[in-house]
């Protein structure tokens, strides 16, 4: 079913505050999607929506084909993991997990079987008795999502479940998450700010701006073309040129309002006179101490050196007074480099995104 | 800061308005007290001898409790062993007939025979306790939790508004209810109004628990308050998305959660209202006598020691009560371990 959880064109009003504007997507049955965008940006409510813990002022909202705009969460068969874990600190780890199971009318004997086969699955076995304080934050937020799954609930709704964890355990629990997620096929949809989790988790990311959906597609497609300004600015980093789109020896070309000029490559998006935002993915630029004679080459000087292990970051400044970011991945020489220098940078022209200038979204050609 | 602020000798001396030069003033000499030498020696001496300090801040609690509640308590249990000569003369010889009086016999008093009228009121006592107790508990729960679930600026507003009768003395909230309750006061008459014949509620066990309902109500509403407030409200959440309807969630989550602050609401009203004495003295008539009237006229008859015997009773049975209570009911969990 390829449209199995349907937003049709959902607003929330909160008194004169919109939350969410006009928002339109589908999740197919089995489907990992992401809601991504910088807090504010309406992902919560939009989930808070698909549980029932509030209703769209405008819209509805469809699961498995049935309207549920106006059901109340308990009468939905969702699973939702919070933020906070949201486990019930007056209950055992059996009984918060068994809690949905209760509510079913399920018999207690085979509540608890399902309950251990639910601990089993998360790798919680023999914990039923435990208070989940007694857990560590990662063993908790396990228990949550035995809670939320052990009902087998048509979709499982993930509020930000990592952002209370270390950084260590949020990548061990991201591949759980992965691996329960594949192993029962449930339709998932997770929302989260980080850029790393929604890309690693995902089968397709939405990027929410400012209540609106700015942009959705397979991570690939999100990071490579990016629709927008704020895309392009919220995921990866990159440096920013604005400027006009021109025509030099037969290529298009971009000529910077402080006068810089860069070939962007073949831009079939994009007329002459156009204006246009270019973002550089700092690892996409290359630097280098001498000239290579490259046809996008900027002379530039280093600013700042930061050396972070995996990359080196390079700050560098145009003469015309325009950043540049550079990252390096193993680079060794970082001792060849210092402030001050004078360096040249390597553009790709191919790799150079391109989005309108005046703030309006691409209309993508593919 | 932009120069004008440079101008005078000490910065923005020339800027500061005559408010804060007397608030400097003040601040001024308030610092030069703290740090002149006898302050600042004392101060030093105190700090150089912690074992002092330390002996003296314990002392100054275990002080305040003898003198305030074990020296009391002390008298009256003393008291109730004494010989009563009558007319207030009090012989200080041991005896145990004080107790056997309360305990046994049937007590004349006013002229009244109702059996032994000192375990029968006390029992009336309890029973109009128990009664408040439950009735505050259903009535205070709701706005309790109403207020620590609302996000509203005039919140802080609602909440003055509980504790705004405290700022009543309590005789003259008394008083307002013989007002609403007596036979020609405001509820009568409306209900005559309303074609309902009734002589008023004054002088009626209905008065005394309505009006006890009334002033106690803030200490259940508090207290439940301040659980229903500490209750992470993604609980209440999550108890839906797994499919409990609003009752299963109150008394699966949120009931279970706000026992803490039920018990000290519960704990509060019930040691209050069976210790009542103006409520049944205003609004009561001679049948809704309570404890604490009793044992004021028998104080007043005068016999202390027998007064010091029923108030010697009257403690150990709420202290039996409590205990039965905590039983059902951890304390400890209440006022934290």
Same mark, same amino acid.
């Given at each position: 079913?390829?449209?199995?959880?349907?937003?049709?064109?959902?607003?929330?009003?909160?008194?004169?505050?919109?939350?969410?504007?006009?928002?339109?997507?589908?999740?197919?049955?089995?489907?990992?999607?992401?809601?991504?965008?910088?807090?504010?940006? =309406?992902? #919560? %409510?939009?989930?808070?929506?698909?549980?029932? &813990? +509030?209703?769209?002022?405008?819209? @509805?909202?469809? /699961?498995?084909?049935?309207?549920?705009?106006?059901?109340?969460?308990?009468?939905?068969?969702?699973?939702?993991?919070?933020?906070?874990?949201?486990?019930?600190?007056?209950?055992?780890?059996?009984?918060?997990?068994?809690?949905?199971?209760?509510?079913?009318?399920?018999?207690?004997?085979?509540?608890?079987?399902?309950?251990?086969?639910?601990?089993?699955?998360?790798?919680?076995?023999?914990?039923?008795?435990?208070?989940?304080?007694?857990?560590?934050?990662?063993?908790?937020?396990?228990?949550?999502?035995?809670?939320?799954?052990?009902?087998?609930?048509?979709?499982?709704?993930?509020?930000?479940?990592?952002?209370?964890?270390?950084?260590?355990?949020?990548?061990?629990?991201?591949?759980?998450?992965?691996?329960?997620?594949?192993?029962? =096929?449930? #339709? %998932?949809?997770?929302?989260?700010?980080?850029? &790393? +989790?929604?890309?690693?988790?995902? @089968?397709?990311? /939405?990027?929410?701006?400012?209540?609106?959906?700015?942009?959705?597609?397979?991570?690939?497609?999100?990071?490579?073309?990016?629709?927008?300004?704020?895309?392009?600015?919220?995921?990866?980093?990159?440096?920013?040129?604005?400027?006009?789109?021109?025509?030099?020896?037969?290529?298009?070309?971009?000529?910077?309002?402080?006068?810089?000029?860069?070939?962007?490559?073949?831009?079939?998006?994009?007329?002459?006179?156009?204006?246009?935002?270019?973002?550089?993915?700092?690892?996409?630029?290359?630097?280098?101490?001498?000239?290579?004679?490259?046809?996008?080459?900027?002379?530039?000087?280093?600013?700042?050196?930061?050396?972070?292990?995996?990359?080196?970051?390079?700050?560098?400044?145009?003469?015309?007074?325009?950043?540049?970011?550079?990252?390096?991945?193993?680079?060794?020489?970082?001792?060849?480099?210092?402030?001050?220098?004078?360096?040249?940078?390597?553009?790709?022209?191919?790799?150079?995104?391109?989005?309108?200038?005046?703030?309006?979204?691409?209309?993508?050609?593919? | 800061?932009?120069?004008?602020?440079?101008?005078?000798?000490?910065?923005?001396?020339?800027?500061?308005?005559?408010?804060?030069?007397?608030?400097?003033?003040?601040?001024?000499?308030?610092?030069?007290?703290?740090?002149?030498?006898?302050?600042?020696?004392?101060?030093?001496?105190?700090?150089?001898?912690?074992?002092?300090?330390?002996?003296?801040?314990?002392?100054?609690?275990?002080?305040?409790?003898?003198?305030?509640?074990?020296?009391?308590?002390?008298?009256?249990?003393?008291?109730?062993?004494?010989?009563?000569?009558?007319?207030?003369?009090?012989?200080?010889?041991?005896?145990?007939?004080?107790?056997?009086?309360?305990?046994?016999?049937?007590?004349?008093?006013?002229?009244?025979?109702?059996?032994?009228?000192?375990?029968?009121?006390?029992?009336?006592?309890?029973?109009?306790?128990?009664?408040?107790?439950?009735?505050?508990?259903?009535?205070?729960?709701?706005?309790?939790?109403?207020?620590?679930?609302?996000?509203?600026?005039?919140?802080?507003?609602?909440?003055?508004?509980?504790?705004?009768?405290?700022?009543?003395?309590?005789?003259?909230?008394?008083?307002?209810?013989?007002?609403?309750?007596?036979?020609?006061?405001?509820?009568?008459?409306?209900?005559?109004?309303?074609?309902?014949?009734?002589?008023?509620?004054?002088?009626?066990?209905?008065?005394?628990?309505?009006?006890?309902?009334?002033?106690?109500?803030?200490?259940?509403?508090?207290?439940?308050?301040?659980?229903?407030?500490?209750?992470?409200?993604?609980?209440?959440?999550?108890?839906?998305?797994?499919?409990?309807?609003?009752?299963?969630?109150?008394?699966?989550?949120?009931?279970?959660?706000?026992?803490?602050?039920?018990?000290?609401?519960?704990?509060?009203?019930?040691?209050?209202?069976?210790?009542?004495?103006?409520?049944?003295?205003?609004?009561?008539?001679?049948?809704?006598?309570?404890?604490?009237?009793?044992?004021?006229?028998?104080?007043?008859?005068?016999?202390?020691?027998?007064?010091?015997?029923?108030?010697?009773?009257?403690?150990?049975?709420?202290?039996?009560?409590?205990?039965?209570?905590?039983?059902?009911?951890?304390?400890?969990?209440?006022?934290?371990?």
């Amino acid at each position: 079913m390829d449209n199995y959880v349907e937003v049709n064109g959902v607003t929330k009003r909160f008194g004169d505050i919109t939350a969410v504007e006009d928002v339109n997507f589908t999740v197919a049955e089995g489907e990992f999607v992401s809601l991504l965008g910088p807090s504010g940006c =309406g992902k #919560t %409510t939009t989930l808070r929506m698909l549980a029932g &813990l +509030e209703t769209p002022t405008e819209g @509805d909202i469809r /699961i498995g084909g049935e309207t549920v705009t106006d059901q109340p969460p308990y009468e939905r068969d969702i699973g939702m993991v919070f933020q906070h874990y949201a486990l019930f600190p007056h209950k055992t780890v059996g009984e918060n997990v068994g809690f949905p199971l209760k509510m079913r009318g399920v018999p207690s004997s085979e509540r608890e079987k399902r309950v251990a086969e639910a601990l089993e699955m998360v790798h919680l076995p023999g914990t039923m008795d435990r208070s989940p304080e007694e857990l560590s934050g990662g063993q908790q937020q396990r228990v949550a999502l035995a809670r939320a799954l052990v009902f087998e609930p048509d979709v499982l709704l993930m509020d930000e479940p990592l952002s209370a964890l270390d950084r260590v355990l949020r990548q061990q629990m991201r591949i759980e998450i992965e691996r329960i997620q594949r192993e029962i =096929g449930i #339709t %998932t949809i997770y929302v989260t700010h980080d850029q &790393l +989790e929604a890309f690693s988790l995902s @089968d397709r990311v /939405i990027v929410l701006e400012n209540g609106h959906l700015s942009q959705q597609g397979s991570p690939l497609e999100i990071y490579e073309q990016p629709r927008s300004e704020f895309v392009g600015d919220f995921i990866g980093q990159s440096s920013k040129l604005a400027g006009t789109i021109g025509v030099q020896d037969g290529e298009s070309v971009l000529t910077t309002d402080q006068g810089t000029t860069i070939r962007v490559g073949d831009q079939p998006d994009f007329q002459d006179r156009d204006a246009a935002t270019a973002f550089l993915r700092a690892e996409k630029l290359q630097i280098t101490k001498e000239s290579t004679g490259d046809a996008n080459e900027l002379e530039a000087t280093i600013k700042a050196i930061n050396y972070l292990g995996e990359k080196t970051m390079f700050f560098c400044e145009l003469e015309t007074g325009e950043e540049l970011i550079v990252s390096e991945y193993g680079f060794t020489s970082v001792d060849a480099y210092a402030s001050g220098d004078d360096i040249y940078v390597t553009v790709p022209s191919a790799d150079t995104l391109l989005v309108p200038g005046d703030g309006r979204a691409r209309e993508l050609s593919a | 800061m932009s120069s004008e602020h440079e101008s005078g000798p000490f910065g923005v001396t020339d800027l500061v308005s005559d408010g804060e030069a007397r608030e400097r003033f003040w601040f001024g000499l308030r610092a030069t007290l703290l740090r002149s030498n006898p302050v600042l020696k004392t101060v030093r001496w105190v700090l150089d001898h912690d074992r002092i300090l330390v002996t003296g801040e314990a002392g100054l609690g275990i002080g305040w409790m003898v003198i305030f509640l074990v020296a009391p308590i002390l008298y009256i249990v003393t008291l109730s062993f004494w010989k009563s000569a009558g007319a207030g003369v009090i012989v200080h010889q041991f005896t145990l007939a004080n107790y056997q009086a309360v305990l046994t016999k049937d007590v004349d008093l006013l002229s009244l025979h109702v059996g032994n009228l000192y375990l029968n009121i006390l029992w009336q006592s309890l029973k109009y306790g128990f009664l408040v107790t439950l009735v505050t508990l259903v009535v205070g729960y709701v706005p309790a939790y109403y207020l620590g679930r609302v996000v509203s600026r005039w919140k802080a507003l609602l909440l003055l508004f509980v504790v705004l009768p405290f700022w009543v003395p309590l005789i003259i909230r008394y008083y307002a209810w013989i007002l609403v309750l007596g036979n020609k006061g405001m509820l009568p008459t409306m209900l005559s109004v309303a074609g309902i014949q009734n002589d008023g509620f004054l002088y009626t066990e209905v008065a005394v628990i309505t009006g006890l309902v009334q002033v106690l109500l803030p200490y259940m509403i508090l207290p439940v308050y301040n659980s229903v407030e500490q209750m992470d409200a993604s609980l209440i959440e999550s108890a839906k998305t797994m499919g409990a309807g609003p009752v299963r969630t109150f008394y699966e989550v949120t009931l279970p959660l706000t026992l803490p602050g039920i018990s000290a609401g519960v704990l509060l009203v019930f040691i209050l209202s069976v210790g009542s004495f103006m409520a049944p003295a205003l609004l009561g008539g001679p049948s809704n006598f309570m404890v604490a009237n009793l044992i004021d006229m028998t104080f007043g008859s005068p016999n202390w020691p027998l007064a010091g015997a029923m108030g010697v009773v009257y403690l150990v049975v709420l202290f039996g009560a409590i205990s039965l209570f905590n039983r059902f009911v951890s304390l400890d969990e209440v006022f934290g371990e």
